[in-house]
């Protein structure tokens, strides 16, 4: 059974730091490409940042220079570092496989004063 669990969201002041977690199980983060979304109150989800089977990376113009995305291939783990937090930034965060087969719960973060 294939299971993602994020974790590491929380309550930030406005120019904070979280680093969000993405454990996995049943499935390879070597061979599997993850993405990050989110979704932000009253508003669908966005595409924030992937990690590719080989290591390349991607993010959305909104969160580029800021958000940095990596994994653990020993701990099977994709971890999303959020820099330079903004109030717009604010939303549960998922991680997911490529296609959308398998995400997590999510995780919440705040960005407020």
């Known amino acids: 059974e294939v299971q993602l669990v994020e974790s590491g969201g929380g309550l930030v002041q406005p120019g904070g730091s979280l680093r969000l977690s993405c454990a996995t199980s049943?499935?390879?983060?070597?061979?599997?490409?993850i993405k990050w979304v989110r979704q932000a109150p009253g508003r669908g989800l966005e595409w924030v940042s992937s990690i590719y089977v080989g290591g390349f990376t991607s993010y959305a113009d909104s969160v580029k220079g800021r958000f940095t995305v990596s994994r653990d291939i020993s701990k099977n783990t994709v971890y999303l570092e959020l820099t330079s937090l903004k109030t717009e930034d604010t939303a549960m965060y998922y991680c997911?496989?490529?296609?959308?087969?398998?995400g997590g719960q999510g995780t919440q973060v705040t960005v407020s004063s």
């Open positions: 049943g499935l390879t983060v070597r061979f599997n490409t």
């Open positions: 997911r496989t490529l296609d959308d087969k398998y």
